[in-house]
């Protein structure tokens, strides 16, 4: 499963230098999907590989956004950053219930981090939709 993650983070990163977002940001999720059958839940180290591919995949969206934010983005992208804030506050909860914000505080300070800048990207879409 780490081989396959892998495989499809390296698309993600082909497929965003070639200007395809779409394709990128599927592969980033497959890579998610990929690594959630890992044990993340249970093991740190797989905890740590799931967590850096969540931020990968989040951070990808609102780049995506960023980058279209010219025409509104659209209530896709609406969603998409929202399943995004969603997912990564979920592997935050993860972290917070199994104490490894003190084991890992890098990790874990990341993935608030990465919280945030999908929130303040999700609160942009919104405004822009209103407009």
Known sequence: ???TADLWSLSADLHEAKGDALV????RLKRVRALDTSGWRKDQTAFAEF?????DMARGVARAFAKNKTDGGG????????QAR???RGVVKIAED???EEEMPEVVAELRQC????ASAEEEAAAAAAT
């Open 1 to 3: 499963m780490k081989e």
């Open 24 to 27: 990128a940001g599927e592969a």
């Open 51 to 55: 967590a850096a591919a969540s931020v």
């Open 75 to 82: 209530d896709d992208a609406k969603r998409q950053l929202s």
């Open 86 to 88: 969603m997912h990564v």
């Open 98 to 100: 199994k104490h490894w």
């Open 115 to 118: 919280a945030v800048e999908v």
